[in-house]
């Protein structure tokens, strides 16, 4: 299968943990996102990566959250202190990157599911 | 600022029936539109997507969404419904100014196929 993995799918914690949730692209994408969904709701932007350079962050990402992208293949999204309103689904999509397209077609990921007990 | 009303919350379909998902855009630009659908325990998957060409969009599974400025619509289609198009839909614009390309999504359809 050479689509976008996450790992883990599913993570249960208490409120105040750390958590690290990673999110392998398709080969050669160059765009990354991350986004979260919370139940009921489509899924909302949160950061992106062109390569390994971070260009955009959500006002949803508050300072408890970090992304990182290392040498431009994977993606971790850490959480620290965790709360109970972090509880949702996270996910990661990649895409190209062309640049001489209007839009990249970006291919999602199964999502890791949060718990904040 | 860009944005997508997905009309219905729920809809519910007969076997072997059209299906019509409704979907407004709100855009100060020519926008990019997209359907995705999203099966339960699996990731979102692209259905079709509208990018200024061709204003009727064909895509996958027999669905198709028609581009109607006038109405600033983008409704998705299917002739006849299967058990397996039972799943969430999305309805996704992003700015075509805006390079970086993130999504944004409608609150989502849920659509249920009955025998």
């Known amino acids: 299968d050479t689509g976008v993995s996450q790992d883990p799918r599913h993570k249960i914690t208490k409120r105040g943990q750390n958590v690290t949730f990673r999110c392998d692209p398709i080969?050669?994408?160059?765009?990354l996102y991350w986004y979260r969904q919370t139940l009921g709701q489509g899924p909302e932007f949160l950061t992106y990566f062109q390569n390994e350079a971070q260009l955009e962050k959500s006002r949803l990402l508050s300072d408890r959250f970090s992304a990182e992208r290392p040498k431009g293949s994977f993606s971790t999204l850490e959480i620290q202190r965790t709360e109970q309103g972090d509880s949702a689904m996270y996910l990661c999509?990649?895409?190209?990157?062309?640049?001489?397209?209007?839009?990249?077609?970006?291919?999602f990921g199964p999502g890791t599911r949060l718990t904040v007990l | 600022a860009q944005s997508v009303t997905q009309l219905d919350s729920h809809v519910s379909v007969s076997e072997g029936t059209p299906v019509l998902l409704r979907c407004n855009y709100s855009?100060?630009?020519?926008?990019?539109l997209f359907w995705y659908v999203q099966h339960p325990n699996k990731g979102l998957q692209l259905l079709l997507k509208?990018?200024?060409?061709?204003?009727l969009v064909k895509g996958i599974n027999g669905f198709e969404a028609e581009f109607k400025k006038s109405e600033t619509s983008f409704h998705l289609t299917k002739p006849s419904a299967h058990m397996s198009d039972a799943a969430e839909y999305f309805c996704?614009?992003?700015?075509?100014?805006?390079?970086?390309?993130?999504?944004?999504f409608g609150a989502g359809t849920q659509v249920v196929v009955t025998p």
């Open positions: 855009s100060s630009y020519s926008p990019s």
């Open positions: 996704v614009t992003t700015m075509t100014t805006d390079s970086w390309g993130k999504l944004q």
């Open positions: 080969s050669e994408h160059n765009r």
């Open positions: 509208y990018t200024s060409a061709a204003t």
């Open positions: 999509a990649s895409s190209l990157g062309r640049w001489q397209l209007l839009t990249d077609t970006q291919y």
